[in-house]
C-alpha cells in the first residue's frame, strides 16, 4: 500500500502541470443522449458523415481543449438510416434494401477503419473490443507524425455512433478521466444502465403489406 501511494505521488507530481491546472466539468447533451467530463465546455460544430455505403448522416463534434491536448466526442446519428437511404441511387451491388442495416451495424468498424486505422503518418498502437457501461464497442490508439497520441473509443448505443476521441502529447499520461466518464441517456436525460452487454439494436421496420419480400441473401432480421 504505502509503495502505491508512493507511485501515485510520484505520477501527480510528475505529470504536466496544464493537465491540473483547471477543474473539469460534467457535460451532458439531451440531444445527443450522452454525458462525458470534459476540461473545459464543449464548442459544438454540426457536421456530415459519410457513411460506407453511401448515406450521408447529420452529426455533432462537442470540441474542449486543455493546453496542447483536445478532446472530441463525435455523434453520428443514424436512426433515420432507412428513409437516407432509400434517397439515394445506389450501385448494383448495393441494391439490396436492408444497406440501410448493414450501414449501422458496420459503423464502428467503418469509422475505425477510415478514421483511425488509415490515418496517414500513424502507427497504430492498440486495437481492441472494449466496451463502457456494458455498451460494447472499440478502443484503438495511435502515435501520430507530430508525435502525439490519440486515444479513442467508438460505441453504437440506440443508433448513434459516439467517437471519444483524445489526442496530447507523447509524455502526457492518458486521459483516462476523460474517457471513462462517457454514459449513455435515455430520452429523458436519464443515465441507462445494463446487466448485460449491449449490442446496437436496429430500428423496427414499419409495417408492410403483401408479405415479406425476399433479399439478396444478406441474412438480416430486425427483431
Not at 11 to 22: G, I, R, Y
Not at 113 to 141: F, N, P
Not at 177 to 201: A, K, T
Request: charged share 20%; hydrophobic share 35%; with cysteine.
Amino acid at each position: 500500500m504505502r509503495l502505491m501511494r508512493l507511485l501515485l505521488a510520484t505520477f501527480v507530481l510528475c505529470a504536466p502541470s496544464a493537465a491540473f491546472s483547471q477543474e473539469w466539468v460534467e457535460f451532458m447533451s439531451p440531444v445527443d443522449r450522452f454525458s462525458i467530463t470534459f476540461p473545459s465546455q464543449p464548442t459544438v460544430q454540426e457536421i456530415k458523415w459519410n457513411s460506407e455505403y453511401g448515406a450521408v448522416f447529420p452529426g455533432r463534434v462537442y470540441t474542449a481543449r486543455q493546453g496542447p491536448s483536445t478532446y472530441t466526442v463525435t455523434v453520428i446519428d443514424e436512426t433515420q438510416s432507412e428513409k437516407i437511404h432509400s434517397a439515394i441511387a445506389k450501385p448494383d451491388s448495393f441494391t439490396d434494401p436492408r444497406y440501410w442495416q448493414i450501414d449501422i451495424q458496420g459503423a464502428i468498424q467503418w469509422a475505425a477503419t477510415t478514421k483511425y486505422r488509415q490515418r496517414a503518418g500513424s502507427k497504430v498502437t492498440y486495437d481492441a473490443w472494449h466496451y463502457i457501461d456494458l455498451v460494447e464497442g472499440h478502443m484503438i490508439q495511435l502515435l501520430n507524425s507530430d508525435n502525439t497520441r490519440t486515444f479513442a473509443s467508438i460505441y453504437l448505443h440506440e443508433n448513434r455512433l459516439y467517437i471519444v476521441d483524445a489526442t496530447v502529447p507523447q509524455n502526457y499520461p492518458p486521459p483516462g478521466l476523460f474517457q471513462q466518464n462517457l454514459s449513455f441517456l435515455d430520452e429523458n436525460g436519464r443515465r441507462v444502465r445494463y446487466n448485460e452487454i449491449y449490442s446496437n439494436r436496429l430500428p423496427p421496420l414499419p409495417a408492410r403489406g403483401g408479405g415479406a419480400g425476399r433479399g439478396g441473401g444478406l441474412g438480416i432480421n430486425n427483431k
